[in-house]
Each structure stands twice: as C-alpha cells, then as structure tokens.
C-alpha cells in the first residue's frame, strides 16, 4: 500500500460526458502528479501540482483540467470525453518535485463508450 | 527535453537465470533516473533511482542498476529471476531544471518455470 489513494477504481461513462478522478496523496507529500496509461501511448505525465499550485504540465489535453485543494488532495476533470479517452488514470504523490521518488495510487481505469 | 528508450518490449527468461532490462536515456545535462515496476493491477512502485555519486544503485527485490554516462545506459540487472519477478517494468528520466518526467514504454518481464 503506498498510502496514496484514488476514487473511483473504475469508471465507465459515454462519449461527450464529463468525470472527475479523485486524488488523496500520502501523508505529509506536497505534490501530486496525474498520469495516463494507455496501450497504444503508454504512460504519459499530465500536469504537476504543489501545494496547491499547478508546478508542470505534461502531455494534458485542453478537455482536461485538474486543482489541488488546501487539504492537498486533487481532482482531475475530464470532460467532453472521446473513445481515446479510455485508460488508466494514475495519481502518484511526492514530498517535493520530480526528483522525488513517488508513491503511485492504484489508478482509476476510464471506459468511454 | 530529455528521452528514454527501453529496448525490447517483451523479456522472457527461466527462472534462477539472469535478468537484463535496458534502457538508454537522451540527456543534455546530468539526469535522475528511474527504475518503477508496476504488478498486475496495480500502481507503479519505485525500484530504485540514481541522482548523484556511487553509479552502482542498489534497489529492493535484488535488482540493481548501473549508470554508464558514456553509454548513457541505465540497465536494470537481477542476477536470479523469481517468479514474481513477472510485471513491467518502466525506465524514466527526469532533469531537476525541468519540471517533467518520461518514462519509457516499459518491459514486460515473464519467468518460466
């Protein structure tokens, strides 16, 4: 158990929808990082939050968007949702940057139909 | 922006034999690297990483990985597989100035019996 942990496991919606994924990093860890896995793109890095602050951002589509709140836990929304979209969404925490290792959560796996 | 490539895709070895998974990384300034494992559904969990000093890393479950600068190789080595060793395993760079990181397309690790 890394200690980071994300709702829903699985998630099954239609095209043009929107969800929310949700993040709650490990105790103590400032940043969190969202991530996409997909077959065909393997695993991208989205977007970079510290302390509440949008620090990088990656591979993210304009559809997508994501916050961290004051308690540190964060939420990636995607919205007008395609097929493409279907994947595994992975939220990893760290106690400060890239350099840190990070803890990964067990994922949320998308189905757009 | 820096790069990684994993050479192969798949690696099948017999149990008790040596693993060898190889990734090369494309870096224009000194590089931190990565070794994640992720098991069947499942999160990725830090194998081991190489920052700074000693190239020689070594990592939990046996693993160990050498940073060649001149080769600018990271390869992962176990010298008896187990079997539960079988999972992905994902190569990945970051560089302190950027705010990123890239992972390679992974290795899919079998052991036979």
């Known amino acids: 158990d890394s200690g980071v942990t994300q709702t829903p496991k699985h998630l099954i919606t239609a095209t043009g929808q929107r969800v929310t994924l949700r993040c709650s990093p490990r105790?103590?860890?400032?940043?969190v990082y969202w991530y996409q896995q997909s077959l065909d793109q393997g695993l991208q890095f989205l977007i970079q939050?510290?302390?509440?602050?949008?620090?990088a951002k990656g591979n993210i589509l304009e559809r997508f968007s994501a916050q961290q709140f004051p308690d540190l836990h964060s939420e990636l929304n995607l919205s007008s949702l395609e097929l493409g979209d279907s994947a595994l969404y992975f939220c990893?925490?760290?106690?400060?940057?890239?350099?840190?290792?990070?803890?990964f959560g067990p994922g949320t796996r998308l189905t757009v139909l | 922006a820096q790069s990684v490539t994993q050479l192969g895709s798949h690696v099948s070895v017999s149990e008790g034999a040596l693993v060898l998974l190889r990734c090369n990384y494309s870096?224009?300034?000194?590089?931190?690297l990565f070794w994640y494992v992720q098991y069947p559904n499942q999160g990725l969990q830090l194998l081991l990483k190489y920052t700074t000093g000693a190239t020689l890393v070594k990592g939990i479950n046996g693993f160990e990985a050498e940073f060649k600068k001149s080769e600018t190789s990271f390869h992962l080595t176990k010298p008896s597989a187990h079997m539960s060793d079988a999972a992905e395993y994902f190569c990945?760079?970051?560089?302190?100035?950027?705010?990123?990181?890239?992972f390679g397309a992974g290795t899919r690790l079998t052991v036979k019996p």
């Open positions: 990893a925490s760290s106690p400060r940057g890239f350099t840190y290792e990070q803890f």
């Open positions: 939050y510290y302390n509440g602050e949008e620090r």
């Open positions: 105790s103590g860890d400032l940043s």
């Open positions: 870096s224009s300034v000194p590089p931190y």
């Open positions: 990945a760079v970051s560089v302190p100035e950027n705010n990123d990181m890239r």
